[in-house]
């Protein structure tokens, strides 16, 4: 059987799923063709977390397979790790005419830098493919244009939730925000500030940092000085490791909150166990029958729980699947597919593993639930 080919491409962690025409005979093409959902994904050695996307969407691949009824074939590949470009990488997929949706970018910021490619607007939308972003949670991702869609809150409903915990939960009034200098941590912080403040609350002080570069322990004696009630921390997980040790090396003890990105400190509950964070799913607290299978399978695959990013790419993969095996693979049709979901006078709300998959007009996920988690020790 010839293989397919897929061009090199993929960094952050971008997942990609694809419907190709496979060739049948080993020498020859054959009439009969299959459609083939792929994937193309590399991992980043410096992020963590990110193999967990991957995850995720193989568990959805094995499981449309082992859901169709013949005719279609479901497969995954893996694209080398060597261009972390947004734009290449988009170009990349959208020019292939074998893609017909894809799953990333993991990050609002490679997101928003990809969004024009995959919408092809150079070329009037001609060669237009589908994205749905796991966990781009940027404000200026609503309605950017009708191509890109999303199955995580927002940081706008993100932050609203965490500053009423902060407020009415830990009776925090005073909050010190140390944010990623990055479209998430400067769209986070934003969101966050401005629900703090309308409920009494006062930001201390605002402050960015820049990844690899920050001296945290200058952060942690400012922090000393400054004594506010909570920090609240949209960045990273390695970042926010860092700041924790930092602040435990000079006598600091001011509880952190981190956004949805340091979901990843449950690796590091043992060391932090006080740290809270904003999650869009937990596997300890699932309780839908769909949640618990996914847990089980992907318990049972990789021998650890799924975390949010893997429940969240799981949907999003699933939601592409199930509308290439349903309409083809057509691009447009694909699209239209996906936008139909859970909106009046089209489909019913997709049952995801992280809570219900619906689109509003401006294709953001409706009625996702938000939780602010505490480390399980």
Known sequence: MNSILLRPAVAAAVVTILVASVTVSSCSRSSARANTIGIAVALDPHRAGMQSIYNGVQLAVDHLNGQRNGGTTISMVKGAPDVSDPIRIADTFRDDPSVIGVVGHPESGTTLDAIGEYADTKNGGRNAVVAISPTGTSPALSGANRWLF????????????????????????????????????K????????????????????DPYLQGVTPWDAYAAYIKQLKPDVILFPGSTEDAVDLLRAMRSVGVTIPLVGGDAT???????????????????????????????????????????????????????????????EVGPDRAKVRDYIESVGRSGGRAAM???????????????????????????
Request: net charge positive; aromatic share 10%.
């Open 263 to 325: 979901s990843g400190l449950e690796a590091n509950a043992a060391e932090f166990p006080n740290v809270r964070y904003a999650a869009f799913f937990l596997a300890r607290r699932a309780s839908t029958p769909e949640a618990l299978a996914f847990i089980a399978a992907y318990k049972a695959k990789y021998n650890e729980d799924p975390d949010q990013r893997a429940a969240l790419a799981y949907d999003a993969a699933t939601l592409i699947g199930r509308a290439a095996l």
């Open 187 to 206: 769209d986070w912080s934003k969101s966050f500030s401005d629900a703090y403040r309308e409920g009494k609350g006062v930001i201390l002080d605002r």
């Open 351 to 377: 049952v995801g593993v992280a809570g219900p998959i619906a689109f509003d007009e401006k294709h953001d996920a409706v009625n996702k639930p938000v939780v602010v988690a505490r480390v399980a020790q």
């Open 150 to 185: 999303r199955v995580c809150p927002s940081d706008l409903q993100t932050s609203r939730t965490m500053a009423r915990f902060l407020l009415d939960s830990l009776h925090a009034m005073r909050s010190s925000v140390i944010y990623r200098n990055d479209a998430y941590g």
